[in-house]
């Protein structure tokens, strides 16, 4: 049993895997400053739960308050830091926003760990890193390219700012989690990812299309060079996401080294198409969604999925619920949130 702190603990994959930290009798402190979350999901945590973690509401720049935070609930075990800005489209139309609340956020959590000796760190990385790799399933030696956003950049700097501490201090231990397409919501309907305004993710606009709430879906091209014309991710499932921070945990929390760090690709190992996610999506929910083809959307590559070898090996986790579920309980969530 840890004790950890998790920034951004009510955010879409956080909210989940403090669901599953508590699950396996972890003590959970949640640093979340509500910018892009609802204090509500705390008492839906219980709900699940039945058991309600510490709360701050403390933006992470602020260290000062940061390390109040580490001092009131310490000794800490472990962060798992998902606080972040993820909107590709703002972070190109607001960079500097991006660098400021994702790179100084990361330096207040490194130096406040620092500051109360807590020397292991989960962070959430993206498969933005690889942009379009040249082979797939593309594994974690696949080399970075350069960022297509300022939201890509940031995830890459996060990482290359977590490797040079390790290298500095040597006090350190990290793993770096590489997130596919997470989607899907918790089987209970109490949590799932709640967009702000239009969604940006295929999976969020897809079931407010199928609610009515959008008209149509735009599919973002149909002349990719892929079986059916559109471009293919790899969606994994929020849950099975969020048990593999807690396999990540357990690994650091049980190692005998004092620093260093381990990146894992977390997908399904499948590519799925957007044509096959509306088709899959009709066909498990009965439900229509009208759509177009538009042109393809600026930044986007063609195609990509995972290569999870390595963390099947090494955390012993494997992403085995079938995309009709994971749809399932998109759509389950949706239609709660919208009382139908
Ligand atoms: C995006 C980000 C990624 C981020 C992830 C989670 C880019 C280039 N990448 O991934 O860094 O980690 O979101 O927030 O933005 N699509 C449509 N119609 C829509 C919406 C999407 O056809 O209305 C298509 C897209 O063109 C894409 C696929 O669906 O081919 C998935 O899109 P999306 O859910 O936005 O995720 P990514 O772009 O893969």
Redesign the pocket.
């Given at each position: 049993m840890a004790k950890v702190l998790v920034t951004g603990g009510l955010g879409y994959i956080g909210s989940h895997t403090v669901v599953e930290l508590l699950a396996q009798n972890h003590e959970v402190i949640i640093v979340d400053n509500l910018s892009n979350s609802e204090y509500c999901i705390l008492s839906k945590i219980s709900e699940i739960t039945h058991t309600t973690p510490a709360f701050e509401q403390i933006d992470i720049c602020d260290t000062d308050a940061l390390r109040a935070c580490f001092k009131a609930h310490g000794p800490i075990h472990a962060v798992i830091h998902f606080a972040a800005y993820?909107?590709?489209?703002e972070s190109v139309s607001n960079s500097l926003l991006y660098y400021k609340n994702n790179v100084l956020g990361l330096l207040s959590v490194l130096e406040c760990m620092r500051e109360f000796s807590v020397c292991n760190i989960v962070f959430s990385s993206?498969?933005?890193v690889y942009g379009q790799p040249t082979q797939l399933p593309v594994t974690e030696q696949a080399p970075i390219q350069k960022a297509?956003?300022p939201?890509?950049n940031t995830?890459q700097i996060c990482e290359e700012i977590i490797c040079d501490a390790i290298h500095s201090y040597n006090d350190i231990c990290a793993v770096i989690l590489r997130?596919?397409?997470?989607?899907g919501a918790h089987p209970s309907a109490c949590i799932g990812e709640l967009p702000k305004g239009v969604?940006?993710?295929?999976?969020?606009?897809?079931t407010q299309t199928a609610a009515g709430v959008r008209k149509q879906?735009?599919?973002?091209?149909n002349d990719y060079n892929t079986p059916d014309g559109?471009?293919?991710?790899d969606y994994i499932y929020v849950v099975d996401l969020a048990k593999a921070h807690v396999k990540a945990l357990d690994k650091l929390c049980a190692q005998t080294t004092h620093s260093g760090y381990e990146l894992f690709n977390l997908g399904t190992g499948t590519g799925i198409s957007?044509l096959e996610?509306v088709h899959t999506f009709e066909r498990v929910t009965g439900v229509s969604v009208p759509y177009t083809i538009?042109s393809?959307?600026e930044?986007?590559?063609e195609q990509?999925w995972a290569d999870t070898t390595r963390a099947n090996r090494e955390l012993d986790w494997f992403a085995n619920t079938s995309l009709e579920d994971i749809l399932l309980s998109a759509w389950n969530w949706e239609k709660k949130i919208r009382n139908l």
């Open positions: 993820k909107a590709v489209g993206s498969c933005t297509l956003s939201y890509g995830k997130y596919f397409n997470p989607i969604p940006n993710n295929l999976v969020p606009f897809i879906l735009q599919v973002f091209g559109s471009a293919i991710r957007v996610m538009a393809r959307r930044g986007d590559i990509v």
